[in-house]
């Protein structure tokens, strides 16, 4: 006789200081690229959620943006959506670069937390870059900041940890039905994945003030008969000079970006695409709200 259990999900907010391995830590235990990661803050500026089937639960993981002290519209969206993303979460992990350790704005994420007073669990990150005995001293000072129900040691780049992670967070996610079908990936549509590759790159292969003054709208995604897709990027930059320095000399920056993108967005689509990258300068784009909700994210901030 075969016995019907019930099902179990919930949501994980995954937050903390912007560059603290959120995006690698989701896209760790997704097995599988969901979000964009650079070695820059400020590389996630929009909720992602990555579907997570484990010990028959369905773990919904919401890869959030780096909290920060926002200046621009836009970064108050994102901290904004950062919040957001741990307010209906059943589990908030706090996610702390263990190297960079109790930072300013670490303090203050771990204070809000505790008014927020919602179940926090704790994970010290990138423990492959640090000397074990100062992990226990750390996460004394920040369980004294913020309770955690649960404290991790992880890695989330050697994948180091996360099966105990998993294997706890299956074991709490409340009885309910599944939020999402169970082979789905992500809540990201692909062309918001094409834009998001384009950002990668752009985050990897420019510098300076370049990376955060880009923004990146699929504007075109067009069915090809032999199977292959045709997709028109537009990357939106403050300045002149930083459309100048994106395209590089004779367009070699450019190309170099769109071969890296496709390549990534054929292997994760599993298919041929063509894609088209055109450049626009558009000072305060920042600022404008067509263009954060184009990112999905409205001006809440
Ligand atoms: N050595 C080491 N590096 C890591 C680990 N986890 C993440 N990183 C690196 O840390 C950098 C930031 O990673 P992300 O996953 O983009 O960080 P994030 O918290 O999502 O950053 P934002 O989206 O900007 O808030 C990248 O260069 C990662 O490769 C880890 O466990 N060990
Ligand atoms: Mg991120």
Redesign the pocket.
């Known amino acids: 006789m075969s016995e019907t259990v019930a099902p179990r999900c919930g949501l994980v907010a995954i937050v903390?200081?912007?560059?603290?391995?959120?995006?690698?830590?989701?896209?760790a235990l997704a097995g599988s690229k969901v979000?964009?990661?650079?070695?820059?803050?400020?590389?996630?500026r929009f909720r992602i959620r990555a579907v997570v089937m484990h010990h028959g639960a369905q773990i919904v993981l919401v890869?959030?943006?780096?909290i920060f002290a926002p200046r621009r519209r836009l970064d108050r969206a994102m901290v904004a959506a950062a919040w957001g993303g741990a307010q209906d979460a059943d589990r908030t992990v706090l996610?702390v670069?263990a190297r960079a350790g109790l930072t300013d704005p670490v303090r203050a994420i771990a204070e809000r937390l505790r008014r927020a007073a919602r179940p926090i669990w704790l994970a010290l990150?990138?423990?492959?870059?640090i000397e074990p005995p100062r992990l226990l001293p750390l996460a004394a000072e920040l369980n004294a900041l913020v309770p955690a129900e649960e404290t991790f040691m992880?890695?989330?780049?050697?994948r180091?940890g996360l099966d105990r992670l998993l294997d706890r967070l299956a074991a709490v996610m409340p009885p309910g039905p599944y939020l999402f079908p169970e082979d789905d990936l992500s809540d990201v549509p692909n062309r918001m994945l094409a834009a998001e590759l384009v950002r990668e790159q752009i985050l990897r292969q420019t510098h300076e003030e370049v990376p955060h003054h880009a923004t990146v709208e699929t504007e075109q995604w067009t069915e090809r008969a032999d199977g292959s897709a045709r997709v028109d990027c537009t990357i939106y930059v403050g300045r002149a000079t930083q459309k100048a320095i994106l395209i590089g000399d004779g367009g070699a920056r450019i190309r170099a970006i769109g071969v890296a993108a496709r390549r990534e967005l054929e292997a994760l689509l599993e298919r041929r695409i063509h894609l088209f990258l055109n450049v626009k300068d558009r000072p305060g784009w920042d600022e404008e709200r067509g263009r954060l909700r184009a990112l999905g994210l409205e001006d809440e901030g």
């Open positions: 903390g200081a912007p560059n603290a391995g959120k995006s690698t830590l989701v896209n979000s964009i990661v650079s070695p820059k803050p400020q590389t996630t890869d959030t943006p780096g996610l670069d990150n990138k423990v492959d870059l992880i890695s989330a780049e050697k180091r």
